[in-house]
Structures are given as C-alpha cells and as structure tokens.
C-alpha cells in the first residue's frame, strides 16, 4: 500500500461529495458525519486551540480521516475520567491532542483498510504533530472499535478501561408495551408508576424535528441548569451548544417533555440510519410530580419503535438509572501515547512554580536557592536528611492545604506532612514527594468559659500552654515547648499530666478540621464522620489527612505543681518498678525514671522524678510523702517540693537533650525483671555517655474507641544522643540492638517515638491488632490512590542505620 498523509485545518476544504461516499462505505459513526464534524469547529463546546485533519489517500483515494484537536487537558477531562483512568501525571493547562473528545461516544478511525502499516502511519503522522506542537500526549478517548485497540498496542500505546456507554437493540422487541414487560424489577415498576402518574398530568411529550423555533434554547438553558446543579457548570456552554445543534441540522431531534408551557426535561438526539444517538438532556425536577429522567427515556422509546429505530446509544455514565431502564454497557477505553513532553523533573517544577501563584503561603523547589535550608532545618534529629523532596510547601492558610493537596492528587504525586518536624525518624521526608509544612498555621482562640481552645496544626505545645495559663487554663502539652500540637496528638500525645488529664492528650481532642485526599475539608468529630474521628485520634504518622485545626477540651490550671526529685542505686531498679505497680500512684502523680550510662565503670545511674498536680501546697506534700513511704527504698533526695509550672517542666526536659545528634525508640511492657537486665547490658555498653534511658508509669490503662490503642504499665525510651557525624552508625546499631532484645518482652510501642527508620514494616506493633486492621481500611476507602504516603514504605527509601535520615 503507497499511503500518503494529507493536513488540513478546516473541514470545509472536504469534497463533500468525496466524504459522504467514503463515510458510508466506510460505516463510520455517525459522530464523523461532516455536518457533525462542521458544528465541533463553528461551535466547540470545548475549548480548541487547533484542529487538524489528518486524510490518509492510497493513489488518491480517501481510505482514512482522523480529526484531532489540540486543547488543555482541563477542557477536556472535566470529569477527570481520563486522568484517574490513565494516572497521567499534567498540568491542568497543558495540551494534547485529542480525537473527538466528550461529544464522541464511539471514537475510531474510519477507513477503509485494516493494514497495520496504515495505522502506524497515522500514529507517527500524530506524534509528530503532537511534537511539533508541544503537546505532551496524544489520545482517542472513548474507543471501543476492537481494531483500533489491537493496533494501538501493537504500536506501544497505553490502554486503559475509561467509562462505560450504554445502548440497546430493539429488533427483538415489536413495540413498546413488549419492551417494558421484561425490564429488570425495579425498571419495570417504575416505568409503569411514572408513566400513571404521567397520564393523570396535564403535561404532553413532543418530538421536534428541524427547522426549530426556540426549543434547542431552551433545552440547552435547562441542560445547562442541570450540569450546574451537579457541579459542571461549564460543561458545556448553553449557547454554544445551541449552536453546535443549529449547525447540525437534520441529524437533530428534540425529544421534550412539557407541562404548563415549561419544558421539564428533555433530550438533544442524532438520528441517522436506523440509529438514535441520546446525546444531552436537561431536567427540572422541581417542576413535575413525575420523573422527567424516566419519562424523558420513555417517549426516546416510543419514538423509536414508532420510527422502527432498532439502536438506541444513551452515552455514558449514571451507569445505575440506566441499566434499570433497559440500557446495556459496554466498556470505553482510553488511548494514549507515552509522554511526548518536557522532562518528568522539568515538568514538575513548572507545575510546583504555577502551584505557588495559586498560594498564600510559600513553595520552594529543589532547584531554588532558599531550598537547602528549609530542607535541612525541617527535621530536628541533626543528623542530616537525604531523603529529598520534589518541592515544600510552606501552607500560611487553610485554603492553601487544600490547593496543595488537590494539586499533588491531579499530577499523582505523593503528599507527606510536616508539622514542627519534632519526628525523630523524620518521617515526613521522602524522596520526591511534595511536602506541606503546616508549622505556619498559627491560629489560637480560647473559650475560658467553656474550657475549649480551637487550635490550628502549626502551633507549638509552649505557645498554647502559655496562651491558657493567661486564662487560668491548662491543657496537656508535650514535654518540649517547641514540639508541635499536631503530630504530638495525632499520635496519642504522652503529654504533661496526661494521665489525670483525659489518660492520652489526644482524648482532649473533640473534634478536628481535617482535608482528606479528595481536597475535601471536613470537620470530624464523634457524631459527625465518626470513622476519620476515630482514625484521628492516634493515627500519627499513619494518618491518610492532614488536620487544619483542632478542638480541644482543657483543665483549669492547677494551683500548685511541685518537683521532687531522688537518686537511687541501680541495684534497687527492679524493686522500684515493682513497688510502683504495688503503689499504684494517683494519676495527678507524674512519675518518671531516668537510667543514663555509667560514667566510668560501674552501674548505670537512676533518677527519680516526682511531678504533683494539686490545688494547695499541703496536698501536694501529702501525695509525695504517702509515695515516697509506700516505696520503702534507699532514696536520696536531690530536691523536694519545688514550686514548678509547665515553663519550668519544658525547661526541665530541655535539659535532658545535651547532644547535637539524636536517634529514639521504645516500648511498653509489663516485664519489669527482663526491662532492668536489657537495660542493665546495655547502657553498660553505651557508645555515648549521654544517651538517656526514661521510664514513666503508665499503670493499667482503659481508652475510649480511638486508633491509639498502645497499653503498658511502664512506658521505655531511650534517646540516643552523640555529636559527631562519624558516630552516627554505632550509636544506631546499639539503639537498634538493644530495642532488638526489648521487644522480646513488649506489649506494644508509642508511635510517636517508635524508631520508623529500621522499624516501619513493623508499625502495627504501635497499635491493637483490630485497630491497625481498621485503620488499614480506612486508608484504602479515603485514600484509594496512595495521596498520602505510606509509613510502612519508609525502609524503602534506603533508611537503615548508618544512613543519615
């Protein structure tokens, strides 16, 4: 076959006569009749910046035609089918060509050979179109022709299942009353119910065929009103589609349903061949007593048993309605070809940058100057990230989570969440994601007379303890003022008095703002969207959303908070912990244990911490004195009944943290004998003199139905901490060991301080058995297309120990 490639641009350059012979012969659609054809260019419903149309001659003779139009994607997937379909990863702005987008339900190439040299043709005439005009893909959507689909994969094309349309035949069927009996059920019935309640109305059905007055106006207003009431309002643009059925002539049919002069619902039908193409339809629901959908689909039926019409098309989608009416599906396919645009990183960046116009807040690219100190500074555990995003978001309002989020779904890229980057993983960093940093949303209000604060994600445990304790409030914060409220709560929140104070922080919270996958902001609490409350409330770093703000219940700050403090030797650690759970502390008790390293020989060191929240002096003495006597062992006091306040416990604990590098883990057990030999062994060993090892007592815990379900008498960290980079990977290795051995005996973990780089294909061990199964569903219902990234991949990124993180 000598095949040659004609372009024109326009058309009315066909030789119409030419056209209808080779249309006919060819059994093309009716979508390719010229007039057609001719209304797509006079009267685009949407947007077009170029038309071409590629006319493939065989010793001159017209044997194919394909049209193609060059528009932005967000013209043409307004429904996103093609998008979710493929995971193409574009800019709603970019450009592509496209055969006969939307208005076609039955896109293929009409020709008169099936040579496979004939199709490679037009695929390289179209790429190099699609090159030469920037476009970075081209595609034929809703195809269902079985030969074009087997030629586009025998020419490296993608495939994808896109939507399915619906028709049906009628020649089995001598009129309507035989064709209603044996619809399914519910069809049946309801045909039946809304033609009575049709007959017993005033209205009256109307079939129009050109010249019109002002119906297709009129219908094309309602149609209008139709999609602007589900959501589409340009989809598509009442006057041109007016026009676009002026232009087409005789193809057209108005199928109408009138009542008091108004037209309540209607459909815009092609007619040619023993064909009627269901194309558009408008409905006014608030104007009849019966269903203008189902009646609307009745007179398309008895029109065309009255016409002896044997196929009926009814397009795509509403896929329920339709079946039940008679519709059958059949299964619509995407086309497209591989990226033919700009540099995946390019591209990125480009988008990232049109992202940042969009923003009140600030995006910074990997390229960009300011990049390196944002992504450095974004973890605290000073031992360097190396897993780089593809951009960061610095969020300043509500709205711009959102923009970023929804951004990030449309181009397929992964989301991680940074709120003060207290993490000691730093698991927020991940490698070519786009993280959004939400440390900027700053907004603080207090209700001092219901006791409730609404506090957005970017506010730290100091600035809210501080802000309440104007108001004689108090909430329980993180041990570190500059630790931020959102992560510290997602994860259950260890916080200050925490166990008088709700039993978890996290059990304060009432009710969030959170934006899920889909870019939706809703607001969950325990009656309204109870699954993304329950997930909410101790997810952590699992979470599938990103919280904007939260609802706080908060506690009149206590009059009196004192600080005793002893050392004890390590001999005598067992018989402590044994005499706590004997004592079993009142939960306005805080009682912690710190063991650090032996500083030259012997055994390691034991401080005992004694933190009393009580409303006067005396019962604050009075609760350190009955303890203190109930544990009957050799302590030193170091410092007894200390007045202290929450800005006091912040810098207490600051104390602690002496090093420039810092890696953590831990766990929650009740083997208090096998806890103090692991500890005994290996702080003994310890590579740094600085690392730290906390005990705090959890006693038996009861939680309300929530993710965070971690429970264990004692609560064991250790922070290794070490300042030279050159130790980074024996100070790992021991932590790892030593927690290596201590799971051996523990009941769960804290997922907050759970060591997330060599651990997280072991995440569910923070969580109950069932609760981590939940939350794993819940994931896959609100998340289905991975937005957010996945915890449990982090070890895949090359995290191990030794890497700098």
Not at 79 to 108: N, Y
Not at 404 to 432: P, Q, T, W
Request: net charge negative.
């Amino acid at each position: 076959m000598t095949t040659t490639i004609d372009i024109l641009n326009t058309a009315k350059d066909l030789d119409p006569a030419e056209y209808r012979a080779f249309f006919l012969q060819s059994k093309a659609p009716l979508f390719y009749d010229l007039r057609f054809l001719i209304a797509a260019e006079q009267s685009p419903l949407l947007n077009v910046s170029k038309i071409f149309y590629l006319l493939a001659r065989d010793e001159g003779r017209l044997i194919a035609l394909v049209p193609i139009y060059l528009q932005e994607f967000r013209s043409v997937d307004p429904l996103g089918l093609l998008v979710s379909s493929t995971k193409l990863s574009v800019e709603s702005e970019e450009r592509g060509l496209f055969s006969h987008i939307i208005h076609c339900t039955d896109t293929t190439i009409p020709t008169l050979s099936h040579d496979p040299s004939l199709y490679a043709r037009i695929f390289d005439a179209i790429t190099v179109i699609a090159q030469a005009e920037q476009a970075r893909y081209f595609c034929f959507l809703n195809v269902q022709d079985g030969v074009l689909l087997r030629e586009a994969q025998r020419n490296g094309l993608n495939i994808n299942y896109m939507a399915d349309k619906f028709s049906i035949e009628l020649d089995a069927f001598p009129d309507f009353d035989s064709f209603v009996q044996p619809l399914p059920n519910y069809g049946h019935y309801e045909m039946i119910r809304q033609l009575r309640i049709f007959n017993h109305s005033d209205a009256k059905v109307r079939i129009l065929a050109p010249p019109f007055d002002n119906e297709i106006e009129k219908l094309a207003r309602l149609y209008h009103l139709t999609t602007k009431r589900l959501g589409t309002p340009y989809y598509w643009p009442e006057s041109q589609l007016a026009v676009f059925c002026h232009f087409c002539g005789d193809l057209v049919r108005l199928i109408v349903v009138e009542q008091n002069g108004q037209i309540v619902s209607g459909f815009i039908c092609f007619e040619e061949d023993g064909a009627l193409h269901v194309w558009s339809a408008g409905m006014g629901y608030e104007s009849s007593d019966f269903s203008p959908y189902t009646l609307g689909v009745s007179a398309v039926y008895r029109y065309a048993f009255e016409r002896g019409i044997n196929l009926i098309e009814c397009g795509r989608l509403n896929s329920h309605i339709k079946t039940h009416l008679g519709f059958k599906p059949k299964r619509l396919y995407s086309i497209v070809s591989q990226d033919l645009g700009i540099p995946a990183a390019t591209q990125t960046s480009l988008s990232l940058l049109k992202l940042a116009s969009q923003l009140d807040g600030e995006v910074r690219l990997a390229s960009h100057p300011a990049f390196d100190e944002w992504y450095l500074t974004s973890v605290w555990n000073g031992r360097g990230p190396t897993r780089r995003p593809a951009g960061i978001v610095r969020a300043a309002t509500e709205a711009d989570v959102i923009r970023a989020i929804v951004f990030a779904k449309e181009r397929s890229m992964e989301v991680s969440v940074r709120g003060s980057g207290h993490n000691y993983s730093g698991c927020f960093l991940r490698v070519d994601t786009l993280m959004l940093d939400i440390s900027g949303l700053k907004g603080l209000d207090i209700d001092s007379r219901r006791k409730r604060a609404i506090v957005e994600s970017g506010v730290s445990s100091g600035q809210l303890s501080h802000a309440l304790a104007a108001k004689g409030l108090a909430f329980p914060t993180g041990h570190v003022k500059e630790v931020g409220i959102s992560g510290f709560l997602l994860g259950g929140g260890l916080g200050i008095n925490c166990s008088q104070w709700g039993g978890m922080s996290v059990f304060n919270v009432q009710a969030l703002d959170i934006v899920t996958a889909d870019g939706r902001l809703r607001h969950v609490s325990e009656t309204q969207e109870p699954d993304l409350f329950w997930a909410a409330r101790g997810a952590g770093p699992c979470s599938f959303f990103v919280v904007t703000r939260f609802y706080l219940s908060c506690y009149s700050l206590p009059r009196v908070i004192t600080n005793s403090s002893y050392t004890l030797p390590f001999t005598h650690l067992h018989d402590l912990l044994a005499r706590l759970e004997d004592a079993s502390p009142p939960t306005n008790l805080q009682v912690m244990i710190s063991v650090s390293p032996p500083t030259s020989g012997g055994t390691p060191t034991v401080l005992l911490n004694i933190l009393a929240f009580t409303d006067s002096p005396q019962e604050a003495q009075a609760l350190r004195e009955s303890f203190e006597t109930s544990l009957e062992l050799p302590l030193t006091a170091l410092a007894i009944n200390q007045p202290s306040n929450f800005e006091a416990i912040y810098e207490q604990f600051n104390s602690m943290v002496v090093s420039k590098r810092f890696y953590a883990d831990n766990i929650l057990t009740d083997n208090t004998q096998e806890l103090v030999s692991i500890l005994s062994q290996y702080l003994s060993d310890a590579p740094s003199r600085s690392s730290l090892t906390t005990i705090l007592w959890r006693g038996v815990t009861t939680y309300p139905q929530a993710a965070f379900s971690a429970h264990g008498k004692f609560f064991v960290s250790t922070y290794a901490q070490w300042d030279d980079a050159k130790d980074d990977s024996v100070n790992q290795y021991w932590l790892k060991r030593m927690y290596d051995e201590l799971q051996e005996i523990a009941r769960s973990s804290y997922i907050n301080e759970y060591d997330l780089e060599t651990r997280a294909g072991e995440t569910s061990m923070c969580f109950a058995a069932e609760n981590w199964e939940k939350l794993q569903r819940l994931r896959l219902e609100y998340d289905p297309d991975g937005v957010f990234v996945d915890v449990q991949q982090l070890e895949e990124h090359g995290d191990q120990p030794g890497s700098n993180n």
